[in-house]
């Protein structure tokens, strides 16, 4: 149901091309490919949550380029959002999830990974 959500408020955003990894080693392998540009990552998945996939996909440096990584979480307990920073995520939001949260979360991620880079 969470996925579906998020789907649906990244199309209206304007996001195309949307895939989903019902487990976190599928989602580092569709990194491992190329051609990702965001991921929103739930901390808790099944197979491997959402640090290790994030360090797994910080790890290659075979990629092109690095995706944008912004961490999701049920709740917005005190640190979390810093551990996901400390642990390779570029931004996070908490569920239930807005347009307007997901929006501010990409553009603060993004500022995050520009900054990074100067």
């Given amino acids: 149901m969470n996925?579906?959500?998020?789907?649906m408020v990244?199309?209206?955003?304007?996001?195309?091309?949307?895939?989903?990894?019902?487990?976190?080693?599928?989602?580092?392998?569709?990194?491992?490919?190329?051609?990702?540009?965001?991921v929103f990552m739930d901390l808790q998945m099944p197979v491997m949550g959402g640090l290790d996939a994030t360090e797994a996909i910080r790890q290659n440096f075979g990629l092109a380029r690095q995706p944008i990584i912004v961490a999701m979480r049920g709740h917005a307990l005190a640190g979390v959002r810093e551990f996901c920073l400390s642990g390779g995520m570029n931004g996070f939001v908490a569920k239930p999830i807005s347009v307007d949260d997901v929006k501010q979360a990409i553009v603060d991620a993004v500022e995050d990974a520009a900054g990074a880079l100067t």
């Fill in 3 to 7: 996925q579906k959500i998020a789907g």
């Fill in 10 to 38: 990244l199309e209206k955003l304007g996001y195309e091309n949307i895939e989903f990894a019902n487990n976190g080693a599928k989602g580092v392998e569709r990194v491992s490919k190329g051609d990702i540009d965001l």
